[in-house]
């Protein structure tokens, strides 16, 4: 479409997400916190069940999403009482689920205490009520951040605190700091990440190679 088509008439939008361009997957919150899915499910990570392309929304969830992110081919969302929840393509087990195997509908694979959800390619993120960085997945380049380049088939802490907020896409990873904190530094599991930031600012590319950024 070369101009904006109207999708959903009202009760739109508290959030959404949109895959990689060769991926398309899309995701919307209605404001009544149900989940909405559309486009590519080869993998089932639409959640609906199937495998089926949806040319149209189809309703996921019924109430409670506050969150929802999209890698490749897989979909994390997060409810109101802190649960994450996962879909789609597991082959590096990066629905966090301690399998490898695809899922078609929603799993529970984090029971609480998660505030943010990310996630990007095939691996996941998240961040916990205390601050804390974990993350699950693919890790070739790095992406977990957890200083090795080994693939982590269980959730993995990768900061232990001052983390507000965390995005991914592709092979890297973003930290926010929490802007409620002083400036510190970023403990990472076993190095720091930029030392001495100001809160509330972007603190680093877990995938970069600038030792300012990444002190392994």
Known sequence: RPMPVKVVDAGVVAAYAVGHYQYGSSFFIKTDGSLWAMGLNNHGQLGDGTTEDRHSPVKVVDGGVIAVATGFSHTLFLKEDGSVWAMGRNSYYNLGDGTNQNRHSPVKVVDSGVVAVAAAGAHSQIVKT???????????????????????????????????????????????????????????????????????????????????????
Request: proline share 6%; no cysteine; glycine share 12%.
């Open 130 to 216: 205390d601050g804390s960085l974990w993350s699950v997945g693919a890790n070739d380049f790095g992406q977990l951040g957890d200083g090795t380049n080994a693939d982590r088939n269980a959730w993995t802490k990768v900061l232990d605190t001052g983390v507000r907020d965390v995005a991914a896409e592709g092979p890297s990873v973003f930290v926010f700091a929490d802007p409620n904190k002083a400036p510190t530094d970023l403990t990472l599991t076993p190095g720091t990440i930029l030392e001495n930031q100001p809160a509330g600012t972007i603190v680093g590319d877990l995938n970069a190679s600038d030792t300012d950024a990444f002190l392994g």
